[in-house]
């Protein structure tokens, strides 16, 4: 699997984007995708997730301020974050597992190049 984020930038807090990542390579409705990013001098940590089943995860910090969806049609996945903080500046990496379950970023096994995300104050 091909997977391909795009859609960083730098924008001001309380803006929005939305990410998207973009699989080739392999039926597409039978994938759990997952977003994680990491910041400097931090270790990677797990943002959202939806799984083949369309069943979506959250973590704390995010919760209630961005929404993951999914159109299968188009093999891709979006991320739409809204009222950004300055701590959700970094590296944000789509990743990818075969009818994954969990969120857990070990079963991970299809990663994409990560898009930057600066969120200034």
């Known amino acids: 699997v091909q997977l391909q984020a795009s859609g960083g930038g730098l924008v001001q807090a309380g803006d929005s984007l939305r990410l998207t990542c973009a699989a080739s390579?392999?039926?597409?409705?039978?994938?759990?995708v997952g977003w994680f990013r990491q910041a400097p001098g931090k270790e990677r940590e797990f943002v959202a997730g939806?799984?083949?089943?369309?069943?979506?995860g959250y973590a704390d910090s995010v919760k209630g301020r961005f929404t993951i969806s999914r159109d299968n049609a188009k093999n891709t996945v979006y991320l739409q974050m809204n009222s950004l903080k300055p701590e959700d500046t970094a590296v944000y990496y789509c990743?990818?597992?075969?009818?994954?379950?969990?969120?857990?970023?070990?079963?991970?096994?299809?990663w994409g190049r990560g898009t930057q995300v600066t969120v200034s104050s």
């Open positions: 990743a990818a597992e075969d009818y994954g379950s969990t969120y857990q970023q070990s079963n991970f096994n299809y």
């Open positions: 390579g392999r039926t597409f409705s039978m994938l759990t």
């Open positions: 939806i799984m083949w089943t369309n069943r979506q």
